[in-house]
């Protein structure tokens, strides 16, 4: 059974804006404004500003009229939704499976793993305990659902410290009427659009109690479905999507130190062991990673992850360790590393091969052998950087190659169209410009013949040997029948210079066109 864990900070805004200056002076009261429909309001207020009568949403003008020494700045919402990430990311050591609430709460579903702190409360506490040395503000409760914690982490009690409510009757929900401790909370708490909160107000109901106890039917049809939806998601009777930052994932490994650790030496070895335990689980199950993360978990909170990606399914811990050692130089390890885990994002079967002596004697070849010196290669300069070539189905130049991975399984039917294989009639350059440049001064003795002589990029070609044409014209199909032009007809031409040097080349339109004719480079033959 699921358990939501949520935790809210009402004055999220205010304590990261002041997390980002710590030299800057804390002085009250103090709020942050921005744009709201083209006037400036209030967008967070501290605590002392608000039990002053501020509130968000306030024009500043009005407010600046209540209290003239109120302090103010800028609001930063993008950098508070950074700070937000980065808390969903420092959680993981509570729960694998972390969901931002933007803009200023997180969802832990903590199902099977609150025994770890004892138990949901003291799970709670510690988390509660944590975020205050950080300066952070934090209401933290605990339900079945998220909705449920959600209105229970913004209730009056969970100023006190963090709720825990129990599971209810799980097997008669729908009949049966909320816990008292979600019957009593106002509607607000049910996330309502505001002109529905306001509509039921005006008739009187007040608590969430009053609303689950009248009849479905009509409910449905004076306020439509939003209400009951809320309402059966707040009382668990309906489920909620949450977009979890780091999906929950079974191939995960983590070591926890009981000292911190920060010298480069200590680190590899950490990344050697949490592999050797990651991939062991791997070995039993048969499989191998394709995409490893590397998070080191500082003792200040900060998040520290390296990502890592593979040419072939692998699950060698030295292998693993050796690929993220050079990258282990440019972490900031801060105060020290407390924790370190690893995650393998991308899993496939991965069948151990037999082999016989003869085998072991000779030298490893085929794509096995380049998988270890292409994983060395996108370590180092990057993921994304070493690729290879293949043949896509358009006879245009510059759509019949696209980019796949180094090494893989050969291309079968995708979106972008059927596998191809590289026709051989056509002989083409092994790399295309990005974009083809014009050529200057072009001769040819008649329109339809190949060019005699050309000017690029300042020298002067002379051509001695030429084969050709080779038309080529739109995909017409791709788009609608009047955007289709003469002038995009290509005649195609592989000339040879006086040097040896051999270009492809081509004139663009018709000779008996409005349109004059223009010569192009597409491409250079090795």
Do not use: K
């Amino acid at each position: 059974m699921s358990r939501i864990l949520c935790v809210w900070s009402p004055n999220w805004a205010i304590e990261t804006w002041r997390r980002r200056r710590p030299s800057a002076p804390q002085v009250e009261p103090f709020a942050l404004v921005g744009p709201d429909r083209g006037l400036r309001v209030l967008t967070a207020v501290s605590p002392q500003a608000a039990a002053a009568g501020l509130f968000s949403g306030q024009r500043v003008t009005d407010a600046q009229a209540l209290r003239p020494d109120l302090v103010l700045a800028e609001a930063e919402p993008e950098a508070d939704a950074r700070a937000l990430e980065a808390l969903a990311d420092w959680c993981v050591r509570f729960s694998p499976a972390v969901a931002p609430d933007p803009p200023d709460g997180l969802f832990l579903d903590i199902g099977g793993v609150a025994h770890l702190w004892g138990g949901e409360a003291e799970m709670a506490a510690d988390l509660a305990a944590r975020l205050a040395r950080d300066g952070l503000t934090a209401r933290i409760a605990v339900a079945d659902a998220a909705g449920a914690a959600w209105a229970l982490a913004r209730s009056p009690a969970a100023e006190a410290g963090p709720q825990v409510l129990a599971p209810w009757d799980p097997d008669g929900r729908e009949a049966s009427p909320p816990p008292p401790e979600l019957a009593g909370l106002p509607l607000t708490a049910l996330r309502l659009e505001p002109a529905a909160a306001a509509q039921l107000s005006r008739l009187g109901l007040r608590r969430i109690g009053q609303l689950a106890a009248l009849p479905r039917g009509p409910l449905a049809r004076r306020f439509g479905g939003r209400v009951l939806l809320r309402l059966d998601q707040t009382l668990g009777r309906a489920p909620e999507a949450l977009a979890f930052r780091r999906p929950p994932t079974p191939w995960f490994a983590r070591l926890d130190l009981a000292e911190p650790v920060s010298a480069p030496d200590d680190l590899a070895r950490l990344c050697r062991d949490v592999a050797l335990r990651l991939c062991a689980r791997l070995e039993t199950a048969g499989r191998g990673a394709r995409r490893l993360r590397l998070d080191f978990h500082r003792v200040d909170g900060a998040p520290v992850g390296l990502e890592l990606g593979l040419s072939r399914p692998a699950r060698d811990p030295d292998r693993i360790a050796r690929l993220f050692l050079p990258r282990l130089e440019t972490l900031d390890p801060g105060f020290g590393i407390e924790a370190v885990s690893l995650q393998a994002a991308e899993v496939e079967v991965l069948s151990p091969g037999q082999a016989d002596l003869a085998s072991l004697l000779e030298p490893v070849e085929g794509p096995e052998a380049l998988a270890p010196l292409i994983d060395r290669l996108n370590a180092r300069l990057g993921p994304g950087r070493v690729w290879r070539s293949r043949p896509r189905a358009s006879h245009v130049p510059e759509r019949s190659v696209r980019r796949t991975a180094a090494l893989g399984a050969e291309a079968g039917p995708a979106r972008d169209g059927p596998a191809v294989s590289w026709p051989a009639w056509r002989p083409r350059p092994l790399r295309l410009l990005p974009r083809p440049e014009a050529l200057e001064a072009v001769i040819a003795l008649t329109p339809d013949e190949p060019p005699r002589q050309f000017r690029w990029r300042r020298r002067v070609h002379r051509i001695r040997l030429a084969e050709g044409p080779e038309r080529i014209g739109a995909e017409w199909w791709r788009s609608g029948i009047e955007a289709v032009r003469t002038d995009q007809v290509r005649d195609y031409y592989r000339v040879e210079d006086q040097d040896g040097a051999r270009f492809w080349v081509f004139r663009s339109g018709l000779h008996d066109h409005d349109r004059p004719v223009r010569w192009w480079l597409h491409g250079l033959f090795g």
